[in-house]
T-cell receptor, first 113, second 118 residues
Framework: GQNIDQPTEMTATEGAIVQINCTYQ??????LFWYQQHAGEAPTFLSY??LDGLEEKGRFSSFLSRSKGYSYLLLKELQMKDSASYLC??????????????WGAGTKLIIKP | EPEVTQTPSHQVTQMGQEVILRCVPI?????FYWYRQILGQKVEFLVS????????KSEIFDDQFSVERPDGSNFTLKIRSTKLEDSAMYFC????????????????FGPGTRLTVL
């Protein structure tokens, strides 16, 4: 089966740094996505990792270790608007079909002043 | 910036009725997807579509579901006989084909249709 684990909820302070972890055990792996989802809204793309290492994009960075089945999303200089759920999703691939995204349950991040 | 659009934003229907959810993917994208998210739960893959046919579907996507690309711009999800448990947010997504890496590209999501089955 496919399994993606993330913490259910995290709390951080405005201006601080927070790291949201994601571990996965999937049959097949094409890449890992991080999405942000505000309540009642659609997921919006944050980052995509295919190779091991760190991808930096402004205040957000994402890390992947394929051998460990592990990723994290790092958010710096937290702002109140960063309060949202952060979804880890693994892209599966197979030889003769499209890939599909398998989603974690999401980590609800609460930012306090 | 191009975006995926979905209509309606909210659909209320009676159990047993048919509903059609509509999506307009980003114009140069070739891969299309439907997902659903029951309130408070994780996003779940339903189906992917490429070259006018279903390429993958999940266990959720049973005979009551169908998808269609009736013209060059719309992508629809039909639920033939809705059940109470079909109440959820339905998201359409699309991605651009990448010939070098295969369809391993970012999926961009529409704003969703909230389906309420009474």
């Amino acid at each position: 089966g496919q399994n993606i684990d993330q913490p259910t909820e995290m709390t951080a302070t405005e201006g601080a740094i927070v790291q949201i972890n994601c571990t996965y055990q999937t049959s097949g792996f094409n890449g890992l996505f991080w999405y942000q989802q505000h309540a009642g809204e659609a997921p919006t793309f944050l980052s995509y990792n295919v190779l091991d290492g760190l991808e930096e994009k402004g205040r957000f960075s994402s890390f992947l270790s394929r051998s460990k089945g592990y990723s994290y999303l790092l958010l710096k200089e937290l702002q109140m608007k960063d309060s949202a759920s952060y979804l880890c999703a693994v892209s599966l691939s197979s030889m003769d079909s499209n890939y599909q995204l398998i989603w974690g349950a999401g980590t609800k991040l609460i930012i306090k002043p | 910036e191009p975006e995926v659009t979905q209509t309606p934003s909210h659909q209320v229907t009676q159990m047993g009725q048919e509903v059609i959810l509509r999506c307009v993917p980003i114009s140069n994208h070739l891969y299309f997807y439907w997902y659903r998210q029951i309130l408070g739960q994780k996003v779940e893959f339903l189906v992917s579509f490429y070259n006018n046919e279903i390429s993958e579907k999940s266990e959720i996507f049973d005979d009551q579901f169908s998808v269609e690309r009736p013209d060059g711009s719309n992508f629809t999800l039909k639920i033939r006989s809705t059940k109470l448990e079909d109440s959820a947010m339905y998201f359409c997504a699309s991605s651009e084909a990448q010939l070098l890496r295969g369809p391993s590209d970012t999926q961009y999501f529409g704003p969703g249709t909230r389906l309420t089955v009474l």
